[in-house]
């Protein structure tokens, strides 16, 4: 069984480009969740994919967005980058219809973004 | 969600029993009690969950007050690789729900 994995792992970008983050869910997951996790905090709930539809959506502003595929794999977008948003981005997957069990969302390793 | 509150931080010396104490006098009743750990720069790792009854997995036991209303979570054997940032969170067992995390509490593993 594969495991949610992340890339890139590390990112250097400067203020105001656009940025796209992947991740790909553990075998037989259909949900995506992404968080944002600034130094010394706890993960900050982004966004959740399911069925290619966002599903919920925390308290972030529009430029950021993401997609999610057929195939269950996630990305996020985000644009025009502010200095605030470096920080370690999160992915989890989980199964949703299967039960609580199959809610448990189990994260990747992130991707870790600084913004110069 | 409801809210939960966690020790800032914890020490344990290493063989011993780690006991991480959380409170969360507000859950409802469909609301269960999630644990996650994260190790310095990883993503958070899934550790056990449970509803009322206690629940025990090859990592942990997990101990639900009668109430609900506070919960421990135990590391029989605690090892150096243990010291990480522990944290409680409690969601509604419903799909799509996010995970709200708080502080958590720092646990360092002492030899």
């Known amino acids: 069984e594969t495991g949610v994995t992340q890339s890139p792992t590390h990112l250097i970008k400067t203020r105001g480009q656009q940025v796209t983050l992947r991740c790909s869910s553990q075998?037989?997951?259909?949900?995506v969740s992404w968080y944002q996790q600034a130094l010394g905090q706890g993960p900050q709930f982004i966004f959740q994919?399911?069925?290619?539809?966002?599903?919920g959506r925390g308290n972030f502003p529009p430029r950021f967005s993401g997609l999610q595929f057929p195939n269950y794999s996630s990305e996020l977008n985000v644009n025009a980058l502010e200095l605030d948003d470096s920080a370690l981005y999160l992915c989890?997957?989980?199964?949703?219809?299967?039960?609580?069990?199959?809610?448990?969302?189990?994260f990747g390793p992130g991707t870790r973004l600084l913004v110069l | 969600d409801a809210k939960t509150t966690q020790p800032t931080s914890m020490d344990c010396a290493e063989g011993r029993a780690a006991n991480l104490p959380c409170n969360h006098s507000?859950?409802?009743?469909?609301?269960?009690v999630y644990w996650y750990r994260q190790i310095h720069s990883q993503g958070p790792q899934y550790i056990i969950h449970?509803?009322?009854n206690n629940e025990t997995n090859e990592m942990a036991s997990l101990i639900i007050t009668e109430d609900r209303k506070s919960s421990t979570l135990i590391l029989p054997h605690a090892t150096l690789r243990d010291t990480a940032v522990y944290y409680c969170?409690?969601?509604?067992?419903?799909?799509?729900?996010?995970?709200?995390f708080g502080a958590g509490t720092i646990l360092r593993v002492k030899s």
């Open positions: 994919y399911y069925r290619e539809e966002e599903n």
């Open positions: 969170i409690v969601r509604v067992g419903l799909y799509g729900n996010k995970l709200v």
């Open positions: 449970g509803l009322k």
């Open positions: 075998s037989g997951h259909n949900t």
């Open positions: 989890a997957s989980s199964s949703m219809g299967e039960g609580l069990k199959g809610e448990t969302q189990y």
């Open positions: 507000t859950i409802s009743g469909n609301e269960y």
